[in-house]
Nanobody, 128 residues
Framework: QVRLVESGGGSVQSGGSLRLSCEVS??????????MAWYRQTPAQKREEREW??????????TYASSVKGRFTVSQDNAKNTLYLLMNSMKPEDTAIYYC?????????????????WGQGTQVTVSS
């Protein structure tokens, strides 16, 4: 059974930083087609409109969306089975619920309808 548990969300002022964690159990990236990703959803968006932010592939390569490239950094700690999203230089438009995802149908980029496993999400609020 795959389980993804996000944590680390909260409130931060514009320009600040947060680090999100995603504790993973029951899933391991074993083949070249396996990957994990971070998405986010604003209140105005439906589940199927979640924004793809970044993906970590099984070979260690990482791809970022243009909206977060240079500000967000994905990393992993294999010993802790945890995926991280470090967010720097945050903006009010980064306010959203952030989700960890595993077993995407397409790597590196997949729409939110092409994901097999989701975490419960963690709220991030950036004030100006």
């Amino acid at each position: 059974q795959v389980r993804l548990v996000e944590s680390g969300g909260g409130s931060v002022q514009s320009g600040g930083s947060l680090r999100l964690s995603c504790e993973v159990s029951g899933y391991t990236m074993k083949t070249p087609s396996d990957c994990m990703a971070w998405y986010r959803q604003t209140p105005a968006q439906k589940r199927e409109e979640r924004e793809w932010l970044a993906v970590l592939e099984s070979d260690g390569s990482i791809t970022y969306a243009s909206s977060v490239k240079g500000r967000f950094t994905v990393s992993q700690d294999n010993a802790k089975n945890t995926l991280y999203l470090l967010m720097n230089s945050m903006k009010p438009e980064d306010t959203a619920i952030y989700y960890c995802a595993a077993d995407l149908w397409n790597c590196p980029v997949a729409t939110s309808t092409e994901v097999n496993y989701w975490g419960q999400g963690t709220q991030v609020t950036v004030s100006s």
